[in-house]
T-cell receptor, first 113, second 115 residues
């Protein structure tokens, strides 16, 4: 089974609107971390936000927030007030204790002016 | 603090040759991971090194190898290059404990073209 599933290959959002990028994960480890990365066309992967499995509150970092639903094994990224510079590929990732990072297939986000 | 540095940024090789890519992690980071990214296969994990030891390994043939030095710098080697090895190779570093919270920070990547 896939460890990380991102079902949206491509998404469009109007500038200044909010957008949600979906991510579901699969693990039996009670301790794990969830991450979101942004990859612009230049290629570099940029860390955006982290959520721990034991964290009680959803993580937020500026315009990014992570909608963590543990029972549903869901870790959706919400970007508020989209900007043109948000156009990029977005990857969801997970790490279990001592293990490698697992990445999803990514979602291509295009912000429309 | 300097970020993760990968050299070279671009590389062109021919089939059958070998190539060595270099990665210098963020100061204080002891774990280095390598990934291959292609349009068809996405982001695939190659291996992770921690304190000069390979800690995790992905599902790649033995032509792909790596090592880590005592200063945490890492190299990745691909021998007998094939056309399918053309890809963006990304290196990421983290503090290194096996804890899930260890954030990986990526370099800009090395874009390898095999002709």
């Amino acid at each position: 089974a896939q460890k990380i599933t991102q079902t949206q290959p491509g998404m469009f959002v109007q500038e200044k609107e909010a957008v949600t990028l979906d991510c579901t994960y699969d693990t039996s480890d009670p301790s794990y971390g969830l991450f979101w990365y942004k990859q612009p066309s230049s290629g570099e992967m940029i860390f955006l936000i982290y959520q721990g499995s034991y964290d009680q509150q959803n993580a937020t970092e500026g315009r990014y927030s992570l909608n963590f639903q543990k029972a549903r094994k869901s870790a959706n990224l919400v970007i508020s007030a989209s900007q043109l510079g948000d156009s990029a590929m977005y990857f969801c990732a997970m790490r279990e204790t001592g293990n490698q990072f697992y990445f999803g297939t990514g979602t291509s986000l295009t912000v429309i002016p | 603090k300097a970020g993760v540095t990968q050299t070279p940024r671009y590389l062109i090789k021919t089939r059958g040759q070998q190539v060595t890519l270099s990665c210098s992690p963020i100061s204080g980071h002891r774990s280095v991971s390598w990934y291959q990214q292609t349009p068809g296969q996405g982001l695939q994990f190659l291996f992770e090194y921690f304190s000069e030891t390979q800690r995790n390994k992905g599902n790649f043939p033995g032509r792909f190898s790596g090592r880590q030095f005592s200063n945490s710098r890492s190299e990745m080697n691909v021998s007998t290059l094939e056309l399918g090895d053309s890809a963006l190779y990304l290196c990421a570093s983290s503090l290194g404990s096996g804890a899930p919270k260890n954030i990986q920070y990526f370099g800009a990547g090395t874009r390898l073209s095999v002709l």
